[in-house]
């Protein structure tokens, strides 16, 4: 069953601007992770957030997560024509050995 | 670039022709995986193994046959697939079964005619 679902679906903005992607899941997670899939390849892990951290920085990356709400939030600044991709949540399910992950965000950034 | 490399890139086959898929990994890592991502779906974790061993099914039908003879290399046999099952197969890798950080490899997309 799936766990994590991100928000929206598609998302397209201007190259410069900010792009923020939400996820929720359903479940107790001890992590959940952030990963970035061009058309056609294999996904590329972005960042770790674990369950007791509300907040993380990579790069152009921030990562939020809010377990009162089961939900958390990616926020990829000043974007890029680069940036262009599918991205993913995914959480494990605390008492289970699997990475569940979401539908994805497809995120398109216009030159 | 992963480390994790998957063969072959793409395969097309009839729905009664065996093949397998092949996953390799250079990373040392002791737990491998087969994720399978169908078009507007999640992907679906279908098998994992940790030191060799299978320690997840994930109620995947039979005419998909996991291998794992060491811990660099997975396989995924193939046999009397259906249009259905045409996806991409994402192989995986991770340290440990612990659910962190996964390495993959760029996919193989199989056509089931």
């Known amino acids: 069953s799936q766990q994590g679902e991100e928000d929206p679906q598609a998302l397209s903005i201007q190259e410069g601007e900010n792009a923020t992607m939400n996820c929720s899941y359903k479940?107790?997670?001890?992590?959940l992770q952030w990963y970035r899939q061009n058309s056609g390849r294999g996904l590329v892990h972005l960042i770790l957030?674990?369950?007791?951290?509300r907040e993380k920085h990579s790069g152009r990356l921030r990562v939020t997560l809010d377990t009162s709400k089961k939900s958390s939030s990616l926020l990829i600044t000043a974007s890029r024509a680069a940036d262009t991709a599918s991205y993913f949540c995914a959480t494990d399910t605390s008492s289970a050995s699997k990475i569940i992950f979401g539908s994805g965000t497809r995120l398109s950034i216009r030159p | 670039e992963t480390g994790v490399t998957q063969t072959p890139r793409h395969l097309v086959m009839g729905m009664t022709n065996k093949k397998s898929l092949k996953c390799e990994q250079h990373l040392g890592h002791n737990a491998m995986y087969w994720y399978k991502q169908s078009a507007k779906k999640p992907l679906e974790l279908m098998f994992v193994y940790s030191l060799e061993e299978r320690v997840e099914n994930n109620s995947v039908p039979s005419r998909f046959s996991p291998e794992c003879p060491n811990s660099s290399h997975l396989f995924l046999h193939l046999h009397t697939l259906q249009p259905e099952d045409s996806a991409l197969y994402l192989c995986a890798s991770s340290r440990d079964n612990l659910n962190e950080k996964l390495f993959f490899g760029s996919g193989t997309q199989l056509s089931v005619l």
């Open positions: 479940t107790s997670i001890n992590n």
């Open positions: 957030i674990r369950s007791n951290e």
